[in-house]
């Protein structure tokens, strides 16, 4: 997921909770009306649709917003009835952001299925919510940073209390019902998972089947992510260790981290080459900048092979490569990105207000610490009304899960949380993946087999073949 230079840690950090929505009858009504389109990522044109809805579901009659839909239609003729719904992550990501899922993990699903990727309320194309981003943002402190999202927020005028999760599994079910769909497959990514979970919780009886990828449990807490990052952090740590080739290139790699770390909790303030443009500028890596990298870097784990090379490099002096990584997110992503308003709106309504002090302590590690401590002041800003945690119900859909064993956000045991709340449910682990299985190896093709038959086996020995990449030793890229 992309990240932006003003607040790198609000990467795709999720959570769940079940949510609750009484639907209406079924009513006919005509499909609205669908226009030709081209999105980046995918080839070839789609249909977009914007569907009007409520801006407040208890007052339907007053404001509404347009929830833009991206079809992309089966290839063959005489499709299956029952399309694949696209949940993005975040929470503040598009559907409309993640097309380039057709080329990879729904290539199969696509030739017998309609792909129906979602811009959630507040992303995208469906009024997003976001603040401006600045060059000087890469120069400011942490305390400035937040002032600045302060600003952002009270320069808003949009009623932040309408962009709950509930509301977002709402809009799901007033597109299936534009669309004329009758049942619907769904796959959810990252937050996505959750708020899956909750369509299915609150529309039963519209859900065939669930792709949970990445998933989130119903207790999870956004961002009281700390004990789960330290995780991802410590086994590429012993990785190294046992690999000949990394540990004899950086044999005090901890050390060196730690080094950083407590150096940039403080500011540092560098002057360097801009690893854009080899001009000479003045960067300031801040406590919050520094584990935000590094946190986003574990996702992947090709990625995540590149970060002892970055330590070391950095421990000596030469900071660019860890700053050319920062800014990745910022230089590739285009008008697309996380939504930090929506996400912010989300977060502050159904995860702050279950941040106890007991979790806080238990989960006070590094890479999100920062976040965590300042979370609460922003929502203040926000003052949106808490949405009470409700226990999960139980979800009767079969649903296949999928977690990476090196996952720093939703590792395997958010999904045997998450599945103690499911009838039918089969759990899939990679060991050599992070957060994102979908797209790996031989998993496009389970999820066709999924989705032809939930209630099948499903022979998945040949995710164990996909293999680990390699570190990398020096400026030359990952050893091959």
Known sequence: MKTRSILPSLLALLVATGATAAGGPETARAKP???????????????????PVPLDYAKPDTKSLKIHVTVAPAYREGAKTDPLFVL??????????????LSSALKRVRATRDIVFIDQRGTGLSGKLDCEDKPEHE???DAELVAEVKRCIGASRTPFGSYTTASAARDIEEVRRALGYAKVNVWGGSYGTRLGQAYA?????????????GVAAPDQVIPAGGRDGQAALEKLFEQCARDAGCNKAYPNLRAEFDSLAARAEGGLTLSIADPRTAQPVTFTMTGQRFSGTVHSILYSPADARRLP?????????????????????GDFGGEGGTAY????????????????????????ALLTRALAERMPDMCKTMNVPAVPYAAPARIEAPVLLLSGA?????????AESAARHMTHARHLVVENAGHGVSQLGCAPRLLREFLDAPGAT???????????????????????
């Open 341 to 364: 308003l929506l996400h912010l709106a989300v977060v502050c309504a159904e995860d702050v207000p279950r941040m106890t002090p007991a979790l806080m302590k238990e989960d006070a």
């Open 139 to 141: 120069t400011m402190s």
């Open 309 to 329: 090379f970055l330590v070391h490099s950095a421990y000596q002096g030469r900071w660019e490569p860890f700053i050319a990584r920062h800014n990745v997110g």
């Open 406 to 414: 090196l996952d720093p956000v939703t590792p395997p045991r958010r």
């Open 33 to 51: 009306e669908a226009r030709s389109c081209h999105l980046p990522g995918a080839e070839g044109a789609l249909r977009c649709v914007a569907i």
């Open 88 to 101: 993005a992550g975040g929470p503040g990501q598009a559907g409309s952001e993640v097309i380039l899922l």
């Open 201 to 213: 919780r609150a529309y039963p009886a519209s859900v065939r089947a669930m792709i949970l990828d």
């Open 458 to 480: 499903l022979d998945a020995k040949c995710l164990a073949e996909i293999p680990a990449p390699t570190f990398q030793l020096g400026s030359a890229g990952p050893q091959p």
